[in-house]
C-alpha cells in the first residue's frame, strides 16, 4: 500500500520532467530512495541517491485521527465489528542531491512546482502506466482506487536538524511534505465480520 502510493507519486513525477523539460539519461530524474552518510543500495529501477538524483524519502508515519472510522458497521443480523481502512499521514522528504547546487535548487523547484500544481493525486487523474512502471508484485500490495492528497509541511528549523540527524545525512536542498492517504482500496479480501457481543452489566443483589 505505501509503496504502490510512492511509486504512483514518483512515476508521476519523472513524466513531468521528462515531458515538460525534455530531460532524458540513462536513470530516472526522480526515485524512491534512502539518505544516509554512505553510499545506499538502490531498489530496482533506482539508482543511488549519492548524487545527481531527486529523491523522495519516508521519514515519519501517523495515523490520521481525524479520518478514523468508527469500526462497528451495521449487518443483517445487527452491529457487528468490522476493520476500517487505515488513514495514514506518511512524511516525505524530497531532496536534490546534485553536484552542482545551482542544479539541485533547479531540480527541486521543478519538483515543487508540480506538487503545487497537482496535489491531489487518484486513479483517474494519473496515468495508466504510473500504476503499473515498478508497482509491487503481489497484487495485495497494489493499490486499486486511492485519493492521495500532497501537502507541503514547514518544519521549524529544529525539527529539520532533527531529520537530518535521523536521517544521518549532510543536509541538502530539500523539501518536506505530508502525503496523505484520505481513501485507498486493494485487492485485499474483504475483512471478516465478527458479530458484536451484547455487554451486560451484572444485576445488583437484592437488599433486604
Known sequence: MI??????????????????YGMSGEHAPAGLRMLNSGPSSPATGAESATQECLNLTLVNIQEDAALRISPVAPSHSGSAYQTPPLPLNLHVLLTATHASYTQALLMLGRAMQFFHAQALFTEVNVRRE??????????????????IAFDLYSPSLQETQQVWSSL??????????????????????????????????????DQN
Open 3 to 20: 509503496a504502490h502510493a510512492m511509486t504512483i507519486i514518483v512515476n508521476e513525477l519523472n513524466h513531468q520532467l521528462t515531458e515538460a
Open 130 to 147: 504510473s500504476l503499473t512502471q515498478y508497482a509491487p508484485a503481489h497484487a495485495l500490495d497494489r493499490l486499486r482506487e486511492f485519493k
Open 168 to 205: 544521518g545525512s549532510p543536509a541538502v536542498p530539500a523539501a518536506l511534505y505530508k502525503l496523505r492517504l484520505l481513501t485507498f482500496a486493494t485487492d485485499a479480501p474483504d475483512t471478516k465480520v465478527l458479530p458484536m457481543l451484547e455487554r451486560r452489566l451484572p444485576s445488583k443483589p
